[in-house]
């Protein structure tokens, strides 16, 4: 069992920026793939971000391509997603999850484990 807690969310201005810390409590970290995904009010799940075991392969939609990043601190059993130039379309509660599977995957469905989300909120 994986317990996943995000932190960091908030309330900011657009053009801004914003980082999202991600926290597990495993010590099998580095088995893991995660990700970051986000849900806005009245769409689905998507996915922002997820990284390889390592940390030295990442995918990035192409919504936030070139303004956020994702790293790993497999010694903090740590993810992180540096957001910058936050937009109002960038609002949404955004989840870290933690997938057993081998390859870097982009679909929810194939995520194991999910924190309890943090909120942020962008004001244009």
């Known amino acids: 069992q994986v317990q996943l807690a995000e932190s960091g969310g908030g309330l900011v201005q657009a053009g801004t920026s914003l980082r999202l810390s991600c926290a597990a409590s495993t010590r099998s970290f580095s088995s893991y793939i995660m990700g970051w995904f986000r849900q806005a009010p009245g769409k689905e799940r998507e996915f922002v971000a997820p990284?390889?075991?390592?940390?030295?392969?990442?995918l990035y939609a192409e919504s936030v391509k070139g303004r956020f990043t994702i790293a790993r601190d497999n010694a903090k059993n740590t993810v992180i997603l540096q957001m910058n130039s936050l937009n109002f379309e960038d609002t949404a509660v955004y989840y870290c999850?933690?997938?057993?599977?081998?390859?870097?995957?982009?679909?929810?469905?194939?995520?194991?484990?999910w924190g309890q989300g943090t909120q942020v909120t962008v004001s244009s």
């Open positions: 999850a933690a997938s057993s599977r081998v390859a870097v995957t982009r679909r929810p469905t194939e995520y194991d484990y």
């Open positions: 990284i390889s075991r390592s940390g030295g392969y990442t």
